[in-house]
């Protein structure tokens, strides 16, 4: 195994979020594309500390804060999505154009 | 084996997370991005990262069960029994995603890496809680921090009433 393996890897399931993120209309796909590419984040911080520098915690605590980002971004969106949904009946986000409510 | 193990692992990982996109269900599709985590966490535990593996997976496992509720909610279409597009602009995603996959290659396999400047420590999962209640501790104060604003924020977004209406104004649904 070797970096540029991970790395690799990490770039295709970046690019495939990215894929899904743009492409998808309902708000809901949107967010999981977003959550394949910060999955894509996750293998290669990992992988930048397990082969670069693995006496510092810091890759490890990168990871940590990664993980968290990631929940609260659901959390968030989930509840962004369903003002929205109230608001302007609308759960595709070609409906939701203007940020007036 | 580990190699074996960790090109199985990416290969599950890549293709259900192309499966996310490509197959009708919306059920099914959840399931795949949790597999996708699943693997991920194995990919982890490769890189002898025992505690964040399986901390992904079982948070993963948990967020996709939730995700699954809101798409039963929100999607026109959820069990796929219907089969219809539901993209738009699917050239120009192509596009950028394709260019952005070749320039991170490209910088992964190009780049000179440095070459590893110490060896890693006995159990990792020490190492990382030492960090955390240590030299670190400021990065776990301000997660926590986040977490509560988190919390309140999403309350105040998804009840009906919002932050000044009472329950019994005339605006209530």
Redesign the interface.
């Known amino acids: 195994?070797t970096?540029?393996?991970?790395?690799?890897?990490?770039?295709?399931?970046?690019?495939?979020?990215?894929?899904?993120a743009?492409?998808?209309?309902?708000?809901?796909?949107v967010m999981?594309?977003l959550?394949?590419m910060i999955?894509g984040v996750?293998?290669a911080a990992?992988?930048l500390?397990?082969?670069?520098?693995?006496?510092q915690?810091?890759g490890?605590?990168l990871?940590?804060?990664v993980?968290?980002a990631?929940?609260?971004e659901?959390?968030?969106g989930?509840?962004?999505?369903?003002?929205l949904?109230?608001s302007s009946d609308a759960?595709?986000?070609?409906m939701a154009g203007k940020l007036r409510g | 084996m580990?190699?074996v193990a960790?090109v199985v692992l990416?290969f599950v990982?890549?293709a259900s997370?192309?499966a996310?996109?490509t197959v009708d269900s919306?059920a099914r599709?959840?399931f795949a991005?949790a597999l996708?985590?699943v693997a991920?966490g194995g990919?982890?535990f490769?890189?002898?990262?025992g505690y964040?593996g399986v901390?992904?997976v079982l948070?993963m496992v948990m967020?996709m069960a939730?995700?699954a509720v809101?798409?039963v909610m929100?999607?026109?279409n959820p069990g796929g029994l219907m089969p219809m597009s539901?993209?738009?602009?699917?050239r120009?995603?192509?596009v950028?995603?394709?260019g952005?996959?070749v320039l991170?290659?490209a910088?992964?396999?190009l780049v000179p890496?440095?070459a590893?400047?110490?060896?890693?420590?006995a159990e990792?999962t020490r190492?990382?809680g030492?960090?955390?209640m240590g030299?670190?501790m400021l990065?776990m104060m301000a997660?926590s921090a986040?977490?509560f604003a988190?919390?309140v924020?999403?309350?105040v977004?998804?009840t009906?009433r919002g932050r000044y209406d009472r329950a019994d104004s005339p605006e209530w649904?």
């Open positions: 195994m970096l540029p393996m991970f790395l690799l890897l990490a770039s295709a399931l970046f690019s495939v979020g990215l894929y899904g743009l492409s998808q209309q309902a708000v809901v796909m999981m594309g959550e394949l999955n996750i293998v990992a992988a500390w397990w082969f670069l520098a693995p006496q915690p810091d490890q605590v990871v940590l804060v993980i968290a990631m929940t609260v659901m959390a968030l989930f509840a962004v999505v369903t003002l949904f109230r759960d595709m986000t070609d | 580990a190699v960790f990416a990982a890549v997370g192309v996310v996109f919306m599709a959840t991005l996708s985590f991920v990919e982890l490769l890189l002898d990262l964040l901390a992904t948070m967020e939730l995700m809101f798409m929100f999607m026109m539901m993209l738009h602009n699917r120009g995603a192509v950028v995603s394709v952005v996959f991170l290659a910088g992964s396999v890496w440095p590893r400047r110490n060896e890693p420590p990792p190492a990382l030492e960090a955390v030299s670190k990065v997660v986040v977490l988190t919390m924020a999403a309350l977004l998804a009906a649904p």
